[in-house]
């Protein structure tokens, strides 16, 4: 599966219209993936190894109650 990082996640909740941004730093540290099917993972790398550290799985309604990600 081949994904493209994006910078802006946005989707309807419940008659509702959500819209996160990330900047540069978050795109790099911790990206948000939509997976589809309205899940999406935060991946979190450690920024002096390059590598993975966890994963987080959302589906809409945790995200939008963790909008502080």
Same mark, same amino acid.
């Given at each position: 599966?081949?994904?493209?990082?994006?910078? %802006?996640?946005?989707?309807?909740? %419940?008659?509702?219209?959500?819209?996160? %941004?990330?900047? %540069?730093?978050? $795109?790099?540290?911790?990206? $948000?993936?939509? $997976?589809?099917?309205?899940?999406? =993972?935060?991946?979190?790398?450690?920024?002096?190894?390059?590598?993975?550290?966890?994963?987080?799985?959302?589906?809409? $309604?945790?995200?939008?109650?963790? =909008?502080?990600?």
């Amino acid at each position: 599966m081949n994904m493209k990082l994006q910078s %802006e996640i946005t989707f309807n909740y %419940e008659d509702n219209y959500y819209r996160f %941004e990330l900047s %540069e730093d978050e $795109l790099n540290i911790r990206p $948000l993936i939509s $997976l589809g099917h309205g899940v999406y =993972a935060q991946v979190n790398f450690d920024k002096f190894e390059s590598k993975v550290i966890s994963v987080r799985y959302f589906n809409k $309604l945790s995200l939008i109650k963790n =909008a502080s990600i």
